[in-house]
């Protein structure tokens, strides 16, 4: 956190609306991207470790592959100063999300031990780039009094995804698979984060 410099904010309304139940509803948003990330993000270490086994690699390889994930989020949290400099958050978030997406439909496209290494670095890659701009766009919606709280409810959000994450993606799994339900669980971050995309979008009327 030392590396990391934030001045001094008041609270100011984003332009659109103030109203208490607005911010609530934006806050809500956050934390169900923040669950949603993390509840996909968390089958690499509930499905990798199966999915790597059935492709022949020993226990060895598995740790190095899962702890490759975990440097990779923290190499993505470490350039999201930089990257804060050049593009604003929203943008960021869709990024992360994108690059999660892509990782996991990488390691469902392949079906190899070198690709699901390559897609847990760059799903990993997207999580650390999301993680810390989705802590700042909450900061940025939530009034200085309801900072507490609303911290306390992303953690509970994040924490929360990691619970259901295996009861979730179960189901997907004995329908079509473990490798295909990274396929689909890519295809739908990325989805997500293109209609996002999309949506933002300043529109005129011709």
């Known amino acids: 956190m ?22 609530l509803a934006r806050v809500l948003g956050v934390y169900v991207l923040a669950l949603g990330a993390t509840m996909v993000f968390y089958m690499a270490p509930t499905q990798v470790p199966f999915l790597l086994e059935g492709l022949g690699a020993g226990p060895v390889l598995v740790g190095l592959v899962i702890a490759g994930s975990t440097v990779s989020s923290a190499i993505g949290g470490l350039a999201f100063p930089v990257l804060r400099r050049y593009v604003h958050s929203n943008a960021i978030i869709k990024i992360g999300v994108a690059s999660l997406g892509a990782g ?5 496209v392949t ?8 897609g847990l670095l760059v799903g990993g890659l997207g999580l650390g780039f999301s993680v810390p701009t ?4 909450l900061a940025e919606l939530a009034p200085p009094a309801w900072s507490g709280r609303a911290l306390s409810g992303l953690v509970t959000a994040i924490f929360f995804g990691q619970f259901i994450s295996p009861l979730v993606v179960q189901p997907v ?3 079509v698979g473990v490798i295909d339900s990274f396929t689909w669980s890519g295809t739908v971050m990325i989805a997500g984060a293109l209609a996002a995309t ?9």
């Open 2 to 23: 030392r590396f990391v410099h934030e001045r001094p904010r008041a609270f100011t309304p984003e332009v659109g609306g103030g109203s208490g139940r607005s911010v």
């Open 104 to 108: 996991w439909l990488l390691i469902g």
């Open 111 to 118: 079906g190899t031990a070198l690709g699901t290494t390559a």
């Open 134 to 137: 989705i802590t700042l766009r």
């Open 173 to 175: 799994i004995q329908a």
């Open 198 to 206: 999309i949506v933002s979008m300043p529109f005129r009327a011709r």
